[in-house]
């Protein structure tokens, strides 16, 4: 079984600063990519930003230049750095990840249980 865990939500004023972590656990022989979503109520769920294995990231355009993804191989792990925080940054924020279980099976997606991120003064 493979379980993704985030922390690092909260409240945060505008024009501040969070950094969410997403760690995985269990049977896990390769974490292919990763990313984060978020989903503000009453909207869809979107991608956020994403980090290839070879390290090539993706961000939405209205994170760019404020949101940095990172990823620690060793520690099969995931961070998202999030810099000059806005209202509508708020959002429950989840890990994503493409996990494969063995050299032999294609990966498969799993997902984190969310954490909340509030900014507002």
């Known amino acids: 079984q493979v379980q993704l865990v985030e922390s690092g939500g909260g409240l945060v004023q505008p024009g501040g600063s969070l950094r969410l972590s997403c760690a995985a656990s269990?049977?896990?022989?390769?974490?292919?990519?990763s990313a984060w979503y978020r989903q503000a109520p009453g909207k869809q769920r979107e991608l956020v930003a994403s980090i290839t294995l070879g390290g090539t990231t993706n961000y939405a355009d209205s994170v760019k230049g404020r949101f940095t993804i990172s990823r620690d191989n060793a520690k099969n792990s995931v961070y998202l750095q999030a810099d000059n925080l806005k209202p509508e940054d708020t959002a429950v924020y989840y890990c994503?990840?493409?996990?494969?279980?063995?050299?032999?099976?294609?990966?498969?997606?799993?997902w984190g249980q969310g954490t909340q991120v509030t900014v507002s003064s």
């Open positions: 994503n990840a493409n996990i494969e279980r063995s050299a032999f099976f294609p990966g498969r997606d799993y």
């Open positions: 269990g049977s896990i022989f390769r974490i292919v990519a």
